[in-house]
């Protein structure tokens, strides 16, 4: 009889452990999901971003460059028309980044780094551990004992 209970429980145990592991699988591809889509988030506000700074530095090329003409046709001086080559420059690398292929390039340098030079990516000190988090927390514990009307940093 009393190993018909060990055996029930060792299964009940065997069941529970699988079902905990289903589990945390699950969350884990959940905060992989949710990681991404904020990160999608992210990137789509900032071809945005870029898109409204690309509004605005057409129309102030636009009228910098209309008035530079005209100042240069009224009295014949090149200089006038010096600053239009770096706006030319800033414009189309704003358009570029907007519209172009220049994240495609992005994305494409970055892999490359991402695997031929990973040393450059390599956090100084190395990756934080939990003792190196749990030392740094009481650190500042003890100077917040110390020196309480100081702020946390």
Known sequence: MGSFVSRSMEDGMSRNREFVKELNTIMVERQLHSQNQMRERLMAMQIARARE???WLAAFYVIGVTSLTSAYRKTKKPGFL????PLTFILAYQADLSYGTKLHRIRAEAEHIMQHETETLFLPCGVPTVSSIDLARQVESERQKLHPHMPAL
Do not use: F, H
């Open 53 to 55: 700074l690309l509004n």
């Open 82 to 85: 010096m600053p239009v080559l």
